[in-house]
């Protein structure tokens, strides 16, 4: 028994390690590297909920390991992404924000990408809400930081991709700013969104779903890793949908 509540938490930490190991990428802008490594940590969370609900050891430490976890996988990685990609917009470093003590437009200027971590703030939040709320089960309210942490780690992808057309509208201070508002709004919001989580298989229980994955498939076949926010967009718009479907 005790080997058995060893296993959860063991994939709770390598949820850990592979958002330490996330931030390290990101650090040098290799946001691929970053996001392969969240996409483990990830990974790594739902099977530590799934060992854990199979052994029935679940308890108070696991959850807040998991939360603590997640925190650095789906919190913090994040945030340092949108720190980065805001300050590459900006053409600064925080080495000028950190090395002058004289007021100047260019220091004012190197305090904006430190706006990013509002997404590490807002998932934090969410998280510790988590922890304490019966109502975040079946179906999600707001969307939940993994699928925020994807999305966020999916726009770098997009933008530092040079074929992508769009890049010169989305590569803006003013558009990453807005995209950092909506996230944090959007994981705290009310928001139903439906599960992914099948309770059976039949069609006619799972149109949406079906649906939803077909989507999915079709985008990302055409466009490649540049689906990936878009991806979270039509998540959300499904959900709308089956909000107003079902009211």
Same mark, same amino acid.
């Given at each position: 028994m005790q080997i058995q509540r060893l296993i959860p938490n063991t994939f709770t930490m390598l949820n850990l390690f592979s958002g330490i190991m996330a931030i390290l990428y990101i650090? #040098? &802008?290799?946001?691929?590297?970053? *996001?392969?490594?969240m996409l483990a940590g990830i990974g790594f969370d739902f099977f530590d909920g799934f060992f854990a609900r199979m052994f029935?050891?679940?308890?108070?430490?696991g959850i807040q390991l998991d939360s603590l976890a997640d925190a650095v996988t789906s919190g913090l990685a994040p945030g340092l992404i949108m720190y980065k990609l805001i300050e590459n917009t900006l053409g600064t470093d925080n080495t000028l924000f950190f090395s002058s #003590? &004289?007021?100047?437009?260019?220091? *004012?200027?190197?305090?904006?990408?430190?706006f990013g971590f509002l997404i590490t703030i807002a998932a934090i939040y969410r998280l510790a809400k988590f922890n304490i709320s019966e109502d975040q089960t079946h179906p999600f309210v707001g969307l939940p930081t993994p699928a925020n942490a994807i999305s966020i780690a999916g726009l770098a992808l997009v933008i530092t991709d040079d074929q992508f057309t769009l890049v010169n509208y989305i590569d803006t201070t003013w558009f990453l700013l807005i995209v950092t508002l909506l996230s944090c709004y959007i994981m705290n919001s009310k928001l139903n969104l439906f599960a992914l989580k099948f309770k059976s298989y039949d069609f006619n229980s799972n149109k949406l779903r079906y649906l939803f994955i077909a989507t999915v498939i079709l985008i990302v076949s055409l466009i490649g890793i540049n689906a990936?926010?878009?991806?979270i967009i039509l998540y959300i718009l499904f959900s709308l949908l089956a909000n107003i479907k079902f009211k």
């Open positions: 650090q #040098n &802008e290799n946001f691929w590297g970053g *996001l392969l490594f029935k050891v679940t308890g108070r430490l #003590n &004289e007021f100047s437009i260019a220091k *004012l200027q190197s305090v904006i990408p430190f990936i926010p878009l991806t």
